[in-house]
């Protein structure tokens, strides 16, 4: 380095080299979306990011806030911008049969126009996770369901709950942000005017912060919700049963449920299954939950929360049901909307190969899937929306590049509450987003549609 030359530093005043005022940031990470975020900006990277938790920071620290070099569209491997839409609209317009799956992590403007690219194509249509979101959602069909905001658990919950979770290692700002350490305008001592309960298999980091913890196995938590709701309705059990259906005594589960009936306001949390046990019966948690909160409100108030997926499939399965009357997957192949567990869930039919070309938006959507469907995706042609790096970019039959949700595309997403949140750009965007692909996408199978039918309309003029 020549003598004159000084390295670069923000006491040289160096504009470039001098961070900017820090600019706030939603949080996409985990199901929080936490909107206090402030990111400091130096030689356009950023340079830390104040009030992010340790998962969030190593994502946001180092990343550039100007634009990448534009990635190019991909035909079978090979680089073809303008014609790749063509192209896909081509295989669209021939498909009998068109799946689109993915969208846990996309905006909702995103999922509004998926769903009308479905629409007018007749495709079969699922956001998020199909797993825990048809458990969930026929759960509350038939039982409903007693829900909160996060603000009002906040300000108002005595007593809080999770049930086999661990958001201190899931959702780390959740404790601090919503539920336990936070002084709402009726709990003013904040923490020390909460009681914390965790029922879960071991004890994990959140039951090591709980004043009550209740050890579970995951084979028989919903024996124990059974159970709990049994004894808030005051019904009485015999002692050696119970303990033997839940592993847990009588006084124990007694104990817990005087706990629960004693809140003045309660929320009970759980993640995306409703607990550990079998995934066969996602389904009966998710109902004994609702059933006992349903009682608890006979004497108290109480409601039950999910923790929260990553991404925003809360506010696809919202967009989806907007549109179209249900969620989370749905058919329009016979012209109308048409929604069937088992039938109009296009995960279902990738596993049994009842499609004949998909839509993939999002990388999320080929991490998530099983061996079988990605093996029968292979099989049939099929167009990926999402990021260049992700290796489904490779392997698409066409793929457009897209932009990525907080990161250089702006929009909403939905928290697990409902509330919606605005999530903003960290740089501008070298590709279009999802959404304007989704657009692209429709216009082209209305051009091509139109354009093969002129030919009879002239016919019959």
């Known amino acids: 380095m020549p003598n004159d030359e000084k390295p670069r530093s923000f006491e040289d005043g160096d504009a470039r080299a001098k961070p900017e005022t820090p600019s706030a940031y939603t949080c996409t990470l985990c199901g929080c979306l936490c909107d206090d975020l402030s990111l400091v900006v130096a030689e356009d990277r950023v340079i830390e990011a104040v009030s992010a938790c340790d998962l969030a920071r190593p994502r946001l620290i180092g990343l550039r806030t100007t634009p990448l070099a534009t990635p190019s569209a991909r035909i079978q491997g090979r680089d073809a911008d303008a014609e790749a839409v063509v192209e896909a609209a081509r295989i669209l317009v021939g498909a009998k049969a068109p799946a689109i799956i993915g969208l846990g992590r996309s905006t909702n403007e995103t999922a509004r126009k998926a769903v009308a690219l479905a629409d007018r194509i007749g495709a079969t249509i699922e956001v998020g996770d199909a797993t825990s979101a048809w458990p969930r959602i026929a759960a509350m069909q038939r039982v409903g369901s007693i829900g909160a905001t996060l603000g009002e658990v906040k300000n108002r919950a005595d007593v809080v709950v999770f049930w086999a979770s661990d958001p201190v290692t899931t959702h780390p700002r959740h404790l601090e942000r919503y539920s336990v350490e936070p002084t709402g305008r009726f709990v003013p001592e904040g923490r020390g005017g909460r009681r914390v309960a965790v029922v879960d298999a071991t004890t994990t980091p959140t039951a090591r912060l709980a004043d009550v913890f209740l050890q579970v196995r995951p084979e028989v938590e919903l024996n124990v919700l059974l159970v709990l709701r049994a004894l808030v309705r005051e019904t009485a059990l015999d002692a050696k049963r119970v303990e033997h259906a839940t592993g847990c005594?009588?006084?124990a589960l007694q104990a817990f449920?005087?706990?629960?009936?004693?809140?003045r306001y309660g929320a009970w949390f759980t993640g995306a299954f409703a607990g550990r046990g079998p995934i066969a019966e996602v389904e009966a948690r998710h109902q004994a939950v609702t059933g006992l909160v349903r009682d608890l409100?006979?004497?108290?108030?109480f409601a039950a929360l999910g923790l929260g997926e990553a991404g925003n499939a809360h506010g696809a399965e919202s967009a989806l049901a907007w549109q179209s009357g249900f969620a989370p997957g749905v058919d329009f192949g016979a012209g109308f909307p048409e929604s069937l567990p088992g039938e109009s869930s296009a995960a279902v039919r990738l596993r049994r190969g009842d499609f004949d070309c998909a839509i993939v938006v999002g990388g999320s959507a080929i991490d998530s899937m099983p061996g079988d469907a990605r093996a029968r995706l292979a099989d049939r042609p099929w167009i990926f929306l999402g990021d260049r790096e992700h290796e489904a970019f490779d392997l698409a039959t066409i793929a457009l590049p897209a932009t990525t949700p907080g990161i250089d595309e702006s929009g909403t997403f939905t928290r697990v509450d409902g509330v919606t949140l605005p999530i903003r750009s960290l740089r501008p965007a070298s590709s279009p987003s999802?959404?304007?692909?989704?657009?692209?996408?429709k216009e082209a199978v209305e051009r091509l549609t139109s354009e093969s039918a002129a030919p009879?309309?002239?016919a019959g003029s």
């Open 249 to 251: 005594s009588l006084a």
């Open 257 to 263: 449920a005087e706990m629960l009936q004693g809140a």
């Open 297 to 301: 409100n006979r004497t108290t108030r």
């Open 434 to 441: 999802e959404g304007d692909w989704l657009v692209a996408l």
């Open 456 to 458: 009879e309309g002239e």
